[in-house]
């Protein structure tokens, strides 16, 4: 990269931190808040550009295994069709390429059980800051023609979730949000919204997104999770940290939640009170 050292425009910033193809996808939204705030810390271009492209790598890319293959992907549950054994196999296959996904192979069927046990058969989802979880779709024991709303912040994964949607059975629509952006439209009333392993990630960009965004949320159910986990198996002081963060937002809100406990994350049901 030619070392810039003149102060440049919050948009030029954006525009040459988006100039490779790893960021050209990303939420232009999430991209601007980030750039203009380590804009905010120093002053040299270059310097600006490298730890906005390093936060936003933290926030999404860095739990991918590689490069996303979304046509190769596509193409191969295209091929497997009407054949669902075959799709869950590539569902699988393809689920392992992102950390969150990956870790809850172990107990997928166990997990969506839970969820199901708690909320009960289910026709509209909204699966926020989803990564590749909506190709756990075949283990939710979702209504014929469910709405699934899956938003994150590329915009070749939304396109690869669209041509997706129909294989998968589900009416669904894909979107790139900025979750973290106070105002950010987060769709009409769902039965419920999953928010696994998503609240760290947006207190990060934004310290008080996490209630900002429960109270934006129309849903009568939310199932939110946080990671449990660290590199030495179950982490009591991680739990309790992040069960303690969630009192917190609950008790802002007066809502309660059920906790079940999994190998890799802790699930919280909540019941949106106001909905019931
Ligand atoms: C820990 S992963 C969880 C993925 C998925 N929910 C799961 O559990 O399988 C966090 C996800 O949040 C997304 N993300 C990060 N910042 C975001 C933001 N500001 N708005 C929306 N999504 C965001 C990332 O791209 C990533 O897919």
Same mark, same amino acid.
């Given at each position: 990269? &030619?070392?810039?050292? %003149?102060?440049? /425009?919050?948009?030029?910033? +954006? *525009?040459? @931190?988006?100039?490779?193809?790893?960021?050209?996808?990303?939420?232009?939204?999430?991209?601007?808040?980030?750039?203009?705030?380590?804009?905010?810390?120093?002053?040299?271009?270059?310097?600006?550009?490298?730890?906005?492209?390093?936060?936003?790598?933290?926030?999404?890319?860095?739990?991918?295994?590689?490069?996303?293959?979304?046509?190769?992907?596509? &193409?191969?549950?295209? %091929?497997?069709? /009407?054949?669902?054994?075959? +799709? *869950?196999? @590539?569902?699988?296959?393809?689920?392992?390429?992102?950390?969150?996904?990956?870790?809850?192979?172990?107990?997928?069927?166990?997990?969506?059980?839970?969820?199901?046990?708690?909320?009960?058969?289910?026709?509209?989802?909204?699966?926020?800051?989803?990564?590749?979880?909506?190709?756990?779709?075949?283990?939710?024991?979702?209504?014929?023609?469910?709405?699934?709303?899956?938003?994150?912040?590329? /915009?070749?994964?939304?396109?690869?979730?669209?041509?997706?949607?129909?294989?998968?059975?589900?009416?669904?629509?894909?979107?790139?949000?900025?979750?973290?952006?106070?105002?950010?439209?987060?769709?009409?009333?769902?039965?419920?919204?999953?928010?696994?392993?998503?609240?760290?990630?947006?207190?990060?960009?934004?310290?008080?997104?996490?209630?900002?965004?429960?109270?934006?949320?129309?849903?009568?159910?939310?199932?939110?999770?946080?990671?449990?986990?660290?590199?030495?198996?179950?982490?009591?002081?991680?739990?309790?940290?992040?069960?303690?963060?969630?009192?917190?937002?609950?008790?802002?809100?007066?809502?309660?939640?059920?906790?079940?406990?999994?190998?890799?994350?802790?699930?919280?049901?909540?019941?949106?009170?106001?909905?019931?």
């Amino acid at each position: 990269m &030619k070392s810039r050292k %003149e102060p440049l /425009s919050l948009d030029e910033l +954006v *525009r040459l @931190v988006q100039s490779t193809r790893k960021y050209s996808t990303l939420s232009p939204s999430l991209v601007r808040e980030i750039t203009a705030e380590e804009a905010s810390k120093r002053t040299k271009p270059d310097d600006i550009i490298k730890h906005a492209r390093s936060r936003l790598h933290q926030a999404a890319a860095a739990y991918f295994t590689g490069t996303p293959q979304y046509d190769t992907w596509l &193409k191969e549950l295209a %091929e497997a069709g /009407s054949d669902k054994t075959r +799709v *869950r196999e @590539v569902c699988l296959e393809v689920m392992r390429r992102h950390a969150s996904t990956n870790e809850r192979l172990e107990y997928l069927s166990e997990f969506y059980s839970a969820i199901a046990r708690h909320i009960g058969k289910v026709s509209s989802v909204a699966d926020m800051a989803c990564g590749l979880n909506p190709l756990a779709i075949p283990w939710m024991d979702l209504d014929a023609g469910c709405q699934y709303l899956a938003l994150d912040v590329y /915009s070749d994964m939304a396109s690869f979730f669209e041509s997706v949607f129909p294989i998968l059975g589900v009416d669904g629509r894909a979107v790139v949000g900025n979750l973290a952006e106070p105002g950010e439209e987060v769709g009409s009333e769902f039965d419920v919204v999953f928010l696994f392993k998503t609240l760290p990630c947006l207190e990060q960009v934004r310290k008080g997104s996490s209630l900002r965004l429960l109270r934006r949320l129309r849903a009568r159910f939310m199932a939110i999770t946080y990671p449990a986990l660290s590199l030495g198996g179950r982490d009591k002081g991680m739990e309790e940290f992040y069960d303690a963060q969630l009192a917190n937002l609950l008790d802002e809100l007066g809502w309660s939640a059920k906790r079940t406990d999994f190998p890799r994350e802790t699930l919280y049901i909540v019941e949106n009170p106001a909905r019931l």
